[in-house]
């Protein structure tokens, strides 16, 4: 299996920056992609941004110009760093990664316990 665990979490001011970070582990062939999901008390679960292997990144438009999202490929660690934080973006973060076990060659798709982000004066 593949486990996933996040840090970063906490909390911020409006208009303060934190960075997010989540490192997979396991048996696993290939991570095809990896990102960032959230959600808030009493809505869905978002998309916030996803980066797959080929690079290709997406965005969801209301971090669009705050957010990034990067990749250390050597130690199966993403990363998403945060500006411009407004109390919008309070929500619980979650890490996503998806790709091909080791062994069995199966899709996987793996999820981080999550990480609280609250923005508030």
């Known amino acids: 299996q593949v486990q996933l665990v996040e840090s970063g979490g906490g909390l911020v001011q409006p208009g303060g920056s934190l960075r997010l970070s989540c490192a997979a582990s396991?048996?696993?062939?290939?991570?095809?992609?990896m990102g960032w999901y959230r959600q808030a008390p009493g809505k869905k679960r978002e998309l916030v941004a996803r980066?797959?292997?080929?690079?290709?990144?997406n965005y969801a438009d209301s971090v669009k110009g705050r957010f990034a999202i990067s990749r250390e490929i050597a130690n199966n660690t993403v990363y998403l760093q945060m500006n411009s934080l407004n109390p919008e973006d309070t929500a619980v973060y979650y890490c996503?990664?998806?790709?091909?076990?080791?062994?069995?060659?199966?899709?996987?798709?793996?999820w981080g316990q999550g990480t609280q982000v609250t923005v508030s004066s």
């Open positions: 396991g048996s696993f062939f290939s991570l095809n992609a």
């Open positions: 996503y990664a998806g790709g091909v076990l080791a062994g069995s060659y199966a899709d996987f798709h793996s």
């Open positions: 980066l797959t292997s080929g690079s290709a990144t």
